[in-house]
């Protein structure tokens, strides 16, 4: 079970308000997706999720235990980045690995862990190669094989399609996809691209200025958005 609670969440940097009070529920194995133009909040509310920004009002529960003020570590979450932060003087094996090393896991377990991942990722040519050697696919795989490898309850991603190329986005969408059918794992997944959102998500939550405009699955926000900036945003018929 790995269900998300964020109840009126707030966020306000000195005295800009950011986020207007949020609400939604996540339900456990859902692939959740927040769209929203730049700017709207998306990334702070997920950073808040992550414990990487504080909360200003409102609470962020994990299967129901109120994680504000939790250490990212202490949450039982990864992230995977936009940029993918990998280590570059490490291997991939290495960067995969990191994280356990660091929680103190024994050298057999990291590796049956870092191996599993890497299959199901694809990822076993190249378990000792450093990420120049890669392309960006291939760096965006390790990035989420790092999240993997931890067997988190919930994955939060942040843009992690935005610098690969037109086609690459699209086998990669497919490939989150079926890494959420094979793990099920609860996902909370920001862009803000309307296709990822109506391709991929279960649930999409359609964010501007720091609130929510509308929660729906694809099918009922494009059948019924509820107002024009919703049928704007997602392209359907408004
Ligand atoms: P999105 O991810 O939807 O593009 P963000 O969550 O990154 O939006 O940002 C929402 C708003 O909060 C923006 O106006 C941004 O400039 C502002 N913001 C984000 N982080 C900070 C910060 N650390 N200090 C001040 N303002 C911030
Ligand atoms: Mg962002």
Redesign the pocket.
């Known amino acids: 079970m790995s269900t998300v609670q964020i109840r009126d969440v707030r966020k306000s940097?000195?005295a800009?308000a950011?986020l207007h009070g949020i609400d939604i529920d996540i339900a456990d194995g859902e692939f959740v997706i927040l769209v929203?133009?730049?700017?709207?909040?998306?990334?702070?509310?997920?950073?808040m999720v992550a414990g990487l920004?504080s909360i200003t009002s409102g609470t962020v529960s994990i299967d129901g235990r109120v994680v504000n003020g939790l250490e990212p570590k202490d949450r039982d979450i990864a992230m995977v980045f936009q940029n993918y932060a990998l280590y570059p003087q490490m291997t991939v094996a290495q960067n995969m690995g990191f994280a356990l090393e660091l929680a103190g896991a024994k050298r057999e377990e990291i590796k049956s862990k870092v191996d599993k991942a890497a299959g199901i990722l694809g990822l076993e040519p190249l378990l000792q190669r450093k990420p120049a050697q890669l392309s960006g696919g291939q760096r965006q795989r390790v990035a989420m094989g790092r999240a993997i490898v931890r067997d988190p309850k919930v994955f939060l991603f942040?843009e992690p399609l935005s610098n690969l190329d037109a086609k690459l986005r699209v086998k990669m969408r497919a490939e989150i996809k079926a890494l959420h059918q094979r793990l099920k794992t609860t996902i909370i997944y920001?862009t803000?691209d309307q296709i990822e959102a109506m391709t991929m998500a279960d649930k999409i939550v359609v964010?501007q200025g720091?609130h929510i405009e509308q929660i729906g699955s694809p099918l009922d926000l494009y059948d019924n958005p509820r107002n024009v900036f919703v049928a704007g945003f997602l392209g359907s018929p408004a």
């Open positions: 940097f000195g800009y950011v929203g133009p730049s700017g709207c909040g998306k990334s702070t509310l997920l950073r920004e942040d920001v803000h964010m720091g």
